[in-house]
């Protein structure tokens, strides 16, 4: 039964009260109890990161504070007896049923409204005709609800993002967080310390493998198994279901295969040219395929700047990063400390942690350019939103040996002399924390799985 609670002593059972909350659940609760706007809350996010669950602990949450069970409709729209039933007719029953005029303050919840046809017009129409309801919906075929929310709810809707699981709710979630990382104490250093950091590593190692998450967190079934159950229902629903009834992809193996590859070079610079050749696939259905995977949340396209911090105004290459690393590893299987494509997914990693915001992460760049004979690149490059000058520099390394090779820091001592960071640029280390210099440039040494914690950590929202 969806709505357990409409019979008096009922309410969500033990366990579901049990499941711990993300860290985007308190953000979440605030905008969905403002009733100040009369907009309806879209929840939107990839499959399995928590959306239902963050549905239903907030339906606990209104009973805990004294909302009666009858004034609020919960409805999963991929239940087949829901099948051809307008939201309309719904809420209507609703309504009815419970006795409720349509100025009744009450809460309705639509989970998986993107299997419902034409839903944004429709929900628009609800929040106009029921004034002192609070509607709120979520979906996981985010492509589908970006375009209709914009499309048709001018005005009436307001997106909240949910992304995979962040490293530092993945500590939180295996209750590894408070015996491993501690306060620092001192304003002019990095905020935190690891007590342990070969142990933080090996954790480190886990949430690129599964802990994405939740589920798989929770669950040592799933756990022991992640490929199966992160291909099965995650991957192959969206490229084979969400994505092909959305867009009408008729070729589902040609956008798997491009997929794949995206996953396996996830971190690499890639360009339309060098997929065409290497896939076969026209350079327009690449490009589509780009648009729709980054739409549905499962890749995520950074551009590339000059050594001035200028976007290419004819740019053919660009990096393409998974919106969650263990996506990686269902496709291909889990992997070690040592494993050559560490590097990589280390850096996927530190992308994946700052998706919760597109406002932020719009503004964050690779560069790349060349002088003389000699290429530069820095990893991450943060542009102030309102000069457009570069803020800060990043360097993500899954290894110690910077400390006696800096040479390989070049790209970033170059970028750094040319404009004056107003951070210390960060160069991400497998184990080594300290404050250093390298040619009168000053660089923090970071281990990449503190970076990757305290980017998580300190600014979720």
């Known amino acids: 039964m969806d709505n357990p609670w409409w019979q008096a002593g009922r309410g969500l059972d033990s366990e579901e009260k049990d499941w711990p909350r993300r860290s985007y659940f308190t953000p979440f609760e605030a905008l969905a109890l403002d009733r100040s706007v009369r907009r309806a809350v879209v929840l939107i996010g990839p499959r399995r990161v928590g959306k239902t669950v963050m549905l239903r602990q907030f339906v606990h949450g209104l009973l805990d504070s004294g909302v009666r069970g009858i004034d609020i409709l919960y409805v999963s729209l991929d239940t087949p007896l829901y099948a051809g039933r307008s939201l309309e007719s719904l809420v209507t029953l609703f309504m009815e049923t419970q006795g409720h005029g349509a100025s009744a303050k009450t809460w309705v919840l639509f989970d998986e409204i993107q299997y419902l046809k034409d839903w944004g017009v429709h929900l628009k129409s609800l929040v106009d005709s029921y004034p002192n309801a609070r509607f709120i919906a979520s979906g996981s075929a985010a492509a589908a609800l970006k375009m209709k929310s914009r499309e048709s709810g001018a005005g009436r809707f307001t997106e909240f993002v949910l992304p995979p699981l962040t490293f530092a709710e993945f ?8 015996s491993l990382i501690l306060p620092f104490g001192r304003q002019d250093s990095f905020p935190w310390r690891c007590t342990d950091i070969e142990a933080l590593n090996r954790d480190f190692v886990d949430y690129l493998n599964y802990g994405g998450f939740p589920e798989a967190v929770l669950n040592p079934a799933i756990r022991s198994n992640p490929s199966r159950f992160l291909r099965q229902d995650v991957v192959d629903k969206v490229l084979l279901k969400d994505l092909p009834s959305l867009y009408g992809i008729t070729d589902t193996q040609d956008l798997n295969r491009f997929f794949n590859v995206l996953a396996f070079n996830s ?3 890639l360009g339309l040219e060098a997929l065409y050749n290497h896939s076969g696939i026209g350079k327009q259905r690449l490009a589509d395929y780009l648009e729709y995977l980054e739409a549905a949340y499962l890749i995520r396209r ?12 004819r740019a053919r ?3 393409v990063y998974l919106t969650n690393p263990s996506v990686r ?4 299987g ?3 400390a040592e494993d050559e494509a560490m590097g990589n997914l280390a850096e996927t990693a530190i992308w994946c942690q700052h998706l919760h915001s597109s ?3 719009g503004g964050l760049y690779y560069a790349r350019w060349k002088e003389g004979r000699t290429d530069f690149e820095v ?3 943060a542009l102030d939103q309102g000069t457009q000058k570069p803020s800060l520099a990043v360097e993500v390394k899954w290894s110690d040996r910077i400390v006696d090779h800096p040479e390989e820091l070049d790209g970033l001592v170059a970028l750094t002399k040319k404009h004056r960071f107003a951070k210390i640029p960060i160069v991400t280390t497998r184990t080594v924390s300290k404050l250093g210099a390298i040619r009168g440039i000053k660089v923090q040494l970071i281990p990449t799985a503190m970076y990757c914690y305290s980017i998580s950590k300190e600014a979720p929202f």
């Open 317 to 319: 290459t660009f990096k």
């Open 302 to 313: 950074v551009h590339r700047i000059d050594e001035n911090a200028r976007r290419l105004q």
């Open 329 to 332: 590893a269902a496709l291909f």
């Open 359 to 361: 406002e932020l992460s």
């Open 267 to 269: 971190g690499n610079e």
């Open 171 to 178: 500590l939180n979630f295996t209750g590894r967080e408070a």
């Open 379 to 381: 990893d991450i490059v």
């Open 334 to 336: 889990s992997i070690s």
